[in-house]
């Protein structure tokens, strides 16, 4: 029986760890050619080589989203080997400094915004032109629970997330008419290896992050791997514009 995504090639950036790692693994299983983009090129090479050992199709690039020109690069690469865009995860995000907004400094602002929200729209813009003579395709942008609601010490993160969401509903506007269908997906605490950094210098932080949703614990990045792989596939045919928030209640608590 063939997968959700067979034979559709598929780019997600930040794929070296975490929720990018889980959603190209899983979009992988589910049939779909993965060319698997980050900033460090040996954690993409890895994920790539989870991929093939797991029987899929995966190659790996080195792209740094804050230069345009490697995003280029990594979008004429696709069309360079496989023809075609058929979907991609704008995944690559970064939390930045911990700061009330009166704190925040100029230089973490550019950067945050460099990112998370202009490496987003640059990338969708390659995307929609790239996949529009063909008639449509998918992308999924990571927003996040702070692109819903606000949290102390984040607001530049928060602001990019918020737009990453504006964005997506502008664009579904835009271009779903012609085939292109458009969401996001809002993660709530997520075990990641970033998180996990955080637990082996402060073990306390696990129960409390365990506390903030309503389930009982963190999420995986592999369940929201599957909400990706499930957006970008055509039983979410009716899903458009949508910010879908898998945050075990978080939000709604």
């Not at 996949?131 to 927003?143: D, Q, Y």
């Not at 990641?192 to 990045?221: F, H, Y």
Request: net charge negative; charged share 20%; glycine share 12%.
């Amino acid at each position: 029986m063939q997968g959700l995504l067979a034979q559709r090639v598929v780019i997600v950036t930040g794929a070296g760890s975490g929720i990018g790692r889980a959603a190209a693994e899983v979009m992988a299983r589910e049939g779909a050619i993965v060319i698997a983009s980050d900033l460090k090129l040996a954690s993409a090479e890895e994920t790539a080589q989870h991929i093939s050992a797991s029987g899929g199709r995966a190659i790996a690039i080195g792209t740094d989203v804050s230069k345009l020109d490697e995003l280029d690069a990594l979008h004429d690469f696709t069309i360079k080997e496989f023809g075609r865009l058929d979907g991609a995860f704008n995944n690559a995000g970064i939390p930045g400094p911990g700061a009330a907004l009166a704190d925040h400094d100029e230089a973490a602002f550019d950067t945050l915004v460099a990112i998370n929200l202009k490496a987003v729209w640059y990338g969708m813009k390659r995307q929609i032109e790239l996949m529009l003579p063909r008639g449509g395709g998918a992308i999924v942008n990571t927003a996040s629970v702070g692109g819903i609601v606000g949290k102390p010490g984040l607001s530049v993160y928060c602001a990019t997330k918020h737009a990453v969401i504006g964005l997506t509903k502008t664009a579904a506007l835009e271009y779903g008419s012609r085939g292109v269908r458009v969401n996001a997906v809002c993660p709530g605490v997520i075990r990641t290896p970033m998180v996990d950094m955080v637990i082996a210098a402060q073990p306390d932080t696990a129960s409390e992050w365990d506390k903030l949703q309503p389930i009982g614990r963190m999420g995986t990045s592999e369940e929201i791997g599957e909400a990706v792989a499930w957006l970008m596939s055509p039983r979410a045919s009716l899903v458009h514009g949508h910010a879908l928030v898998a945050d075990g209640g978080l939000t709604v608590a």
